[in-house]
């Protein structure tokens, strides 16, 4: 595998990545955790730090939009325009004296810092580099004491007062932003973020503070997110609903945990009001908040004593609070977990299911596609011969029950067809003789013809016959049918719950791949050995087994 072009760092993300010019978010994620399996944290760190920041760095573009997120560097948005070009400038005159060269500002800055520094913040209008220079230099030349600003804190000053003289100005947002990404103590958050909304005082604040917010958020209460963002806001305007969408749609992922229900189900409402704002992805976005809002409105308090379903809880937690190597480790160990422990999850998952989890098992479903999409934390390809033969063990399994089963099935039908319809016979036939009889005794008590004899033998003969079709097609159906279909389904039930489930589970663990290529392959096993019908029994109950589609998904993570 070729090495990526690192040289298009941190400049030309979309290079780096070889993604088109209208990419999307689902290209961005293939790109990215392409390269992450090439270059995993554990092993290549510093390679996988500039793969994240590039990677974040276009993720916020698409999300917030790519005319608030611009993707140039600080670097690159000040590249010198107005220097001679040396091609160009070719003196057909050459004098012996030239007049000595005019120090550029990073060159001045270098040579004499602090009256360089005195100089330009006397300045009453700066150019974005010279902005950039004074943010350096004060981190160099200010000394902090108990009473003044910590030095990064008037780094971010200088640059925050260089985008409110230029707004959205590439370099100044990419500085800010990598500052508050990582260079911001937790306990000035709260102080900083009203600052900064009253500097910018624009829709820009939402995607430069996105990671302020989901650390607040991770570390304080929820009642100082509620009363700080509402502090916030009243400095911003509402220009740009998309911006606010973007952030609100993170945000709540981080929230959701420790929010009032009332709260997140207002933004949930709010913001599917504005959906014809929202693109592909943010649905994607919405419909996931959605899901987790339901997951955690009808979750029971006996739901946290199963350990399976504590796990999947802790996962989708990290999935949506966590970032870095630390959240993917976690994330990691977690489906480890799932996926060494069967009867856990069997017994989280009961069949026949008494509650409704399918939004649990979409969650687990879109956050795990996601996971191996921008991780690269996925097993390697299966063995197919090897998951060939497990698929051939486990259907000669699975079919040394089935005489036992035909025989049960049988009776089932018996109980609820063939012994009304005797019983049922029976009683008309002695009945329907005894009308016969009496009426054959009353028509020689009055002396009826020879031809009324044969009349009455059609009679008992017809009645006899109208009986079964009375019963086969009217009756039964009506009265029976789906009784007898209900107790051959709850039989069957019982048959996957008791003598197949255990042994799908051992299987889809053996063989550690997706929940749809484990069962196509039982499948195929099934139709080459000529047992499709009844493998199809089997296998509509593994399609709404929940906990045996989440175990299976799991297995891809382990190794």
């Not at 760190?45 to 997120?69: D, H, K, M, T, V």
């Not at 009353?442 to 009455?456: E, H, K, N």
């Not at 929940?515 to 509509?540: C, I, K, Q, Y």
Request: charged share 25%; proline share 7%; with cysteine.
């Amino acid at each position: 595998m070729s090495d990526p072009a690192w040289h298009h760092l941190p400049q030309d993300p979309r290079s780096f990545f070889e993604l088109p010019e209208a990419f999307d978010r689902r290209d961005l994620k293939r790109a990215y955790g392409k390269l992450i399996r090439q270059f995993k944290p554990e092993t290549h760190p510093q390679e996988f730090q500039r793969i994240r920041a590039a990677y974040e760095q276009l993720e916020n573009a698409e999300r917030y939009g790519r005319n608030q997120a611009a993707s140039q560097s600080a670097a690159d948005a000040w590249k010198p325009t107005d220097s001679p070009n040396p091609s160009s400038t070719v003196d057909p005159k050459p004098t012996r004296e030239r007049p000595p060269a005019t120090l550029s500002p990073v060159d001045e800055a270098i040579a004499n810092p602090r009256e360089s520094y005195l100089r330009l913040s006397q300045k009453h209008s700066r150019s974005p580099l010279e902005y950039y220079i004074l943010a350096v230099l004060s981190d160099l030349l200010e000394k902090p004491d108990k009473t003044a600003p910590q030095r990064h804190t008037l780094f971010l000053k200088w640059l925050l007062d260089g985008l409110q003289e230029h707004p959205l100005e590439p370099g100044l947002v990419s500085l800010v932003a990598g500052t508050l990404r990582g260079d911001i103590p937790d306990q000035q958050i709260e102080t900083l973020l009203p600052k900064i909304a009253a500097t910018i005082r624009s829709s820009l604040f939402y995607r430069l503070t996105e990671p302020l917010w989901e650390r607040l958020l991770n570390d304080q209460p929820f009642k100082t997110f509620e009363i700080l963002i509402q502090e916030c806001e009243s400095h911003l305007p509402k220009a740009d609903p998309r911006a606010r969408l973007a952030f609100f749609l993170r945000i709540l992922r981080t929230a959701i945990w420790q929010a009032p229900l009332e709260w997140t189900r207002a933004h949930i409402e709010t913001i599917s009001r504005q959906a014809a704002d929202l693109d592909e992805s943010m649905h994607n976005d919405l419909e996931f908040i959605e899901l987790l809002h339901s997951y955690l409105s009808s979750a029971k308090a006996s739901d946290a004593v199963l350990p399976a379903r504590a796990t999947m809880e802790s996962f989708l937690r990290t999935y949506c609070t966590g970032d870095g190597p630390a959240a993917t480790a976690e994330m990691a160990r977690c489906l480890d977990e799932i996926a060494r422990n069967a009867h856990g999850v069997r017994e989280a998952f009961p069949t026949p299911q008494n509650r409704d989890d399918h939004s649990l098992f979409l969650l687990m479903m879109m956050a795990t596609s996601d996971l191996a999409e921008t991780t690269g934390l996925i097993a390697p390809d299966p063995d197919d011969s090897k998951n060939n033969r497990q698929a051939v063990s486990c259907l000669r399994d699975l079919k040394s029950t089935l005489q036992d089963i035909v025989n049960r099935v049988s009776w089932i039908e018996s109980k609820y067809k063939w012994i009304p319809f005797a019983g049922m016979y029976l009683v008309f036939g002695i009945i329907f003789s005894m009308a016969w009889v009496l009426l054959l005794m009353a028509l020689d008590q009055t002396g009826a013809s020879p031809g009324s004899s044969a009349v009455a033998v059609i009679l008992l003969i017809g009645g006899l016959l109208v009986f079964p079709v009375f019963y086969f097609w009217w009756f039964f159906p009506r009265y029976l049918a789906n009784r007898t279909e209900n107790a051959r389904q709850k039989y069957f039930a019982t048959c996957y719950e008791k003598r197949w489930r255990g042994r799908l589970f051992r299987y889809v663990q053996s063989c550690g791949e997706s929940p749809s290529g484990s069962l196509t392959r039982l499948n195929e096993a099934a139709a080459f050995h000529g047992d499709s019908e009844w493998m199809n029994l089997v296998l509509s109950f593994c399609h709404g087994d929940l906990g045996l589609l989440i175990f299976a998904r799991a297995q891809l993570f382990v190794g």
